[in-house]
T-cell receptor, first 115, second 111 residues
Framework: GDSVTQMEGPVTLSEEAFLTINCTYT??????LFWYVQYPGEGLQLLLK?????DKGSNKGFEATYRKETTSFHLEKGSVQVSDSAVYFC??????????????FGQGTILTVHP | EAGVTQFPSHSVIEKGQTVTLRCDPI?????LYWYRRVMGKEIKFLLH????????ESGMPNNRFLAERTGGTYSTLKVQPAELEDSGVYFC?????????FGPGTRLTVT
């Protein structure tokens, strides 16, 4: 079945450091890929998405590129801030040709940014 | 525009009791999803409604879980009887298209 694997956390960085959170997936067909973020005390929010190979999703300084050849969707940010401290989830949907269907999530990566 | 809301935010019950969780989707969203995250593991899909119909309930763990969406508006998820392993955070999401909008979740603790 479909699956998403994220790098183990937690990740602790100093402010202005470079961030990479690795995400790889296994799926049939051509899924859409997402990064969701959960800030403390809040629900999940969509951070960015990509719907086809070589698409780059970006938002709030975060970027991720849909790499079909390596089945990856790594999240990057050039300079993190304390306010980026949150749990980050990689997810996919639409594999196997189904649309508007369930999301399959990775296990989440806790990011803590210190001043 | 109001987002997805869930009630209650927290629930603590004893093993064997019944709990009903409620989700109010964004108005006009035909798709409604339930997910849960147990013990810091990955968020897992439970089921998907399109309007009042169950489109996919492949993630429902067993027959102690019953989800309804009467009238195609809000949805309830009942756990009866609750077991210790049901503890976790239950998320609801709604959508018109592929992007799903999540509620804040209900944290369920079964003691």
């Amino acid at each position: 079945g479909d699956s998403v694997t994220q790098m183990e956390g937690p990740v602790t960085l100093s402010e202005e450091a470079f961030l990479t959170i690795n995400c790889t997936y296994t799926a049939t067909g051509y899924p859409s890929l997402f990064w969701y973020v959960q800030y403390p005390g809040e629900g999940l929010q969509l951070l960015l998405k990509a719907t086809k190979a070589d698409d780059k999703g970006s938002n709030k300084g975060f970027e991720a590129t849909y790499r079909k050849e390596t089945t990856s969707f790594h999240l990057e940010k050039g300079s993190v801030q304390v306010s980026d401290s949150a749990v980050y989830f990689c997810a996919l949907s639409g594999a196997g040709g189904t649309s508007y269907g369930k999301l399959t999530f990775g296990q989440g990566t806790i990011l803590t940014v210190h001043p | 525009e109001a987002g997805v809301t869930q009630f209650p935010s927290h629930s603590v019950i004893e093993k064997g009791q019944t709990v009903t969780l409620r989700c109010d989707p964004i108005s006009g969203h035909d798709n409604l999803y339930w997910y849960r995250r147990v013990m810091g593991k990955e968020i897992k899909f439970l089921l998907h409604f399109v309007k009042e119909s169950k489109q996919d309930e492949s993630g429902m763990p067993n027959n102690r879980f019953l989800a309804e969406r009467t009238g195609g508006t809000y949805s309830t998820l009942k756990v009866q009887p609750a077991e210790l392993e049901d503890s976790g955070v239950y998320f609801c999401a709604s959508s018109l298209g592929p992007e799903q909008y999540f509620g804040p979740g209900t944290r369920l603790t079964v003691t």
